[in-house]
């Protein structure tokens, strides 16, 4: 199963964690599955989360959609995220 890595760094970790939540019903939609949510232990500000995807295609589909940039803006997203599409090996 492909999973969906994403790492980038956010103005407030509370508000960034409430828009990230409020998004639960349309990554359950595109088949987002998440499977971990960390933050750096030195820089609290910076999140790493991975989602299990049902497809790649529709995973990039989510992440395209209109509003995607608006959505960001409003949870204090810094920079450009760090996005990879792993696969499982062990």
């Known amino acids: 199963m492909p999973h969906l890595l994403v790492m980038h760094g956010v103005e407030n970790f509370e508000r960034w964690f409430s828009v990230f939540q409020s998004q639960e ?5 595109y088949g987002l599955k998440l ?3 960390m933050r750096d ?5 910076v999140v790493v989360f991975m ?3 049902d497809s790649i295609a529709k995973a990039q589909e989510f992440m395209s959609r209109p509003g995607t940039e608006n959505i960001a803006a409003e949870a204090g997203v810094t920079g450009e995220p ?3 599409f792993l696969d499982t090996i062990k």
């Open 51 to 53: 989602f299990e995807v």
């Open 41 to 45: 232990i030195d820089k609290p500000n």
């Open 35 to 37: 499977e971990m949510l």
């Open 25 to 29: 019903d349309a990554h359950e939609q």
């Open 82 to 84: 760090l996005i990879m």
